[in-house]
């Protein structure tokens, strides 16, 4: 499916709400939301939020059950406009202005402000009405936050963090990730936070266009280098089962099909590599899942749906298993790291 702005996709949602949908326009609609956040370019809460709201109002509520199985969230989807002369957050920021008003100024309303201190930038970035408002509210201001971090600021104490709208339940992992001063019902949306960041230097190097899967595999593949030739192309295989079609545990059987040879070649040819099949993959789901926690772009719940675990208690033991921590202390020490 061709890549759907995200403008253009409330623009379709704003319509819908006005005068109702059919069963097919919705599954439409969904679909062009999945691609997006299969494309990396979203937040997956937001939408799945947005998405009930919607398809409750159409008094069909069961359409918006999918959503929690395409659990997708990496950076904001203005990130593939910056341009390779960015040097500084303070250039990063200005392209977002640019891209953020071109892309959104068909909206209408409430406008976000964005603080420097002494030093005032605004972004007049457009909302439209209730559920929508929320939407834009949430997703530009994780957006931003996001990009502070991808830009090296680690510590948020020093930020204030206004929304007009009251606290939703989803908002508890924004404030989790983000130890920041947050201010709900406020005035208007804003974001302060000291001037001095401006300067920080930006690493463009840290944004491209791969897909979330993508990085993934090369994350894996990094760490992994050294192996053989034939464990590079099992891993490779793996990370194909467990990325993209969602198969938690792949065994040597399905791997063996994939790769077009026997599970009793694979597993000798493995052991003449110094692996066992077993151990191999566990070490990839240990690299995979610890990587997404690290990253903090994910809940343990996404990560594990993400990696294809049906059942969250089983990710969280068998992480405990890979890596002798559960989640939630994995990402402690990493932050006290």
């Known amino acids: 499916m061709t890549e ?22 919705a599954k439409e609609l969904r679909a062009r939301y999945v691609s997006l956040a299969e494309n990396g370019r979203v937040s997956l809460d937001v939408y799945n939020e947005l998405a009930r709201t919607i398809f409750k109002r159409m008094g069909r509520p069961d359409l918006g059950i999918e959503f929690g199985s395409n659990v997708r969230q ?9 341009s390779p002369v960015t040097h500084t957050l303070k250039d990063a920021i200005q392209n977002i202005l640019i891209n953020s008003q071109m892309r959104c100024s068909h909206n209408h309303n409430a406008s976000l402000h964005v603080w420097f201190d002494d030093a005032i930038l605004r972004s007049p970035i457009n ?15 994780s957006s931003w936050l996001h990009v ?10 020093s930020f204030t963090i206004s929304f007009r709208q009251p606290r939703q339940p989803w908002h508890a992992r924004l404030e989790e990730a983000f130890d920041a001063r947050f201010q709900w019902s406020a005035p208007e949306t804003r974001i302060q936070f000291p001037a001095m960041l401006l300067h920080h230097e930006f690493n ?31 891993i ?102």
């Open 148 to 157: 502070f971090r991808e830009s090296g600021v680690r510590q948020f104490q």
């Open 236 to 337: 490779r295989y793996m990370l194909r089962s467990i990325l993209h079609e969602k198969v938690a545990s792949p065994n040597a059987t399905e791997m063996a099909r994939l790769m077009h040879t026997s599970a009793s070649t694979l597993r000798r040819r493995l052991a003449d590599a110094g692996w066992a099949y077993q151990k191999l993959l566990d070490h990839v789901r240990a690299i995979l899942a610890a990587s997404l926690l690290e990253s903090r772009l994910m809940s343990t719940k996404e990560v594990a749906h993400y990696l294809g675990f049906t059942d969250t208690g089983n990710f969280r033991r068998a992480f405990k298993t890979w890596t002798g921590h559960s989640p939630a202390q994995y990402v402690k020490l990493k932050r006290a790291a």
């Open 127 to 141: 909302h439209a009405e209730g559920d929508l408002q929320l939407f834009y509210e949430d997703l530009f201001v």
């Open 74 to 82: 990496v950076l904001p989807y203005f990130i593939g406009d910056f």
């Open 4 to 25: 759907i702005a995200v403008g253009q996709c409330l623009v379709a949602l704003q319509a819908a709400i006005r005068s109702g949908m059919d069963t097919a326009q």
């Open 204 to 234: 463009m190097d840290r944004f491209n266009l791969e897909s979330l899967p993508q990085k993934l595999e090369r994350t894996v593949l990094e760490k992994t280098m050294g192996a053989s030739d034939y464990v590079d192309r099992v």
